[in-house]
């Protein structure tokens, strides 16, 4: 990738600042969530997966924080002030931010049972666990495999998924193994956020479609009956959550998306660069001003 010294340094210096919106972000989700729940001595499913979201997506901010100065000085990056060490450490923070797309279907999965499907918080309760293991086994078990490959490093502006240095030098040592650090990554990152994305939009369109046959139905039977209208109401409200957080994760993942798409075939557009490390770490954000403006 060949990029001017003006983008670079944007490339660097912008997932700071997205990361330092979003970080007091997850952290107000998260304390909030705490206090209701020591006050009411309860939570709900909802509200225990945006938990398990902002705790990722703490983690991941602090990746993006990090940007270039987990670099390693030998990199030549911009602002470089790091070591193989860190480097791998913010990789392995950024392997971990899947479990945010995750943990966002999950909640738009959980919106479509409650609303096609009638689940009552009984029957979440049964399923709940084994989402939370199965989401942070995935994240924390391939940033664990990705480590042991000698695959995290810097890929510009920030340590991921990338096929060691030696293979980029015009006379690769034969010993060192290249070009599967983008399979990789398209199997661990890659391919679980296009379901999640497909899944999102699928949801989305079924939830849309029985919120509109349920009103063709109150208003064809119901006359008006004030119990009928609440329930009405009430689907609406759960819906309009299920969009509000949807268009935040699509929001912050279209890029990441098309990106991902053009690295596979070492194709790096600096407007999809650059939109990738503007939005992807805003997540936490997005997700904070949806949680103060429509509370579970």
């Known amino acids: 990738m060949s990029f001017s010294d003006t983008q ?41 997966a945006l938990v398990g979201m902002s705790c990722v997506d703490f983690l991941s901010s602090i990746g993006w924080f990090l940007s270039t100065w987990a670099a390693p000085v030998s990199s030549g990056a911009y602002l470089a002030s790091g070591n193989e060490a860190t ?22 999965l959980y919106y479509l049972l409650c609303v096609k499907y009638k689940w009552r918080d009984d029957h979440i309760l049964k399923v ?25 490093h810097f890929i510009g502006p920030v340590c991921w998924v990338s096929d060691p240095p030696e293979c980029y030098e015009d006379m690769p040592d034969p010993s060192v193994k290249c070009g599967t650090a983008k399979y990789y990554a398209t199997a661990f990152f890659c391919t679980p956020l296009w379901i999640v994305i497909l899944t ?57 998306t098309v990106w991902s798409i053009a690295q596979f075939f070492d194709y790096y557009p600096f407007g999809v660069s650059y939109a990738w490390t503007l939005l992807e770490p805003l997540q936490g954000f997005w997700n904070a001003l949806i949680f103060i403006h429509n509370r579970p």
């Open 200 to 256: 999102t939009i699928g949801a989305l369109i079924a939830i849309y479609l029985e919120i509109r046959a349920t009103s063709m139905k109150m208003k064809r039977y119901a006359m008006g009956s004030s119990e009928l209208g609440r329930t009405n109401s009430d689907l609406k409200a759960v819906a309009l959550r299920a969009v509000l957080y949807s268009l935040a994760f699509i929001v912050t993942w279209v890029a990441s």
């Open 128 to 152: 709940e666990p084994y989402v939370h293991v199965f989401i942070w086994v995935w994240c924390l078990g391939t940033s664990a495999v990705l480590l042991g490959l000698n695959l995290m």
């Open 87 to 108: 480097c791998r450490f913010q990789g392995f923070l950024l392997q971990v931010a899947i479990g945010a797309p995750m943990y966002n279907g999950a909640l738009v």
């Open 8 to 48: 670079i340094k944007a490339m660097a210096i912008t997932p700071k600042v997205s990361s330092a919106l979003s970080l007091p972000g997850s952290a107000y989700i998260i304390y909030q969530s705490i206090v209701d729940f020591r006050r009411k001595k309860t939570g709900s499913a909802m509200q225990r």
